[in-house]
C-alpha cells in the first residue's frame, strides 16, 4: 500500500476549529510541518475536508 506526503502549505490561524482539528489528527501544527499517512479511506476524507491548506504528494 500507497503513503501520502502531507504538508501544510497555509496558516490554521483564523480557520473553523473542525478544520484545526483535522490538520492537528494528521500531525501537522505549523505551516511547513510534513506528515507521512498510510494512502486509505480515513486519509484520503481529512485530506478532502482540509485539502486547500494542504500539498499532498504519493510516496511509493
Same mark, same amino acid.
Given at each position: 500500500?500507497?503513503?501520502? #506526503?502531507? #504538508?501544510?502549505? #497555509?496558516?490554521?490561524? %483564523?480557520?473553523?476549529?473542525? !478544520?484545526?482539528?483535522?490538520?492537528?489528527?494528521? $500531525?501537522?501544527?505549523?505551516? $511547513? !510541518?510534513?506528515?507521512?499517512?498510510?494512502?486509505?479511506?480515513?486519509?484520503?476524507?481529512?485530506?478532502? #475536508?482540509? %485539502?486547500?491548506?494542504?500539498?499532498?504528494?504519493?510516496?511509493?
Amino acid at each position: 500500500m500507497a503513503n501520502l #506526503k502531507i #504538508k501544510l502549505v #497555509k496558516s490554521l490561524s %483564523g480557520r473553523l476549529e473542525k !478544520h484545526i482539528a483535522t490538520a492537528n489528527s494528521l $500531525g501537522l501544527r505549523r505551516i $511547513g !510541518h510534513e506528515t507521512v499517512q498510510p494512502d486509505n479511506e480515513q486519509t484520503r476524507g481529512k485530506i478532502a #475536508k482540509i %485539502g486547500y491548506l494542504l500539498q499532498v504528494t504519493e510516496e511509493k
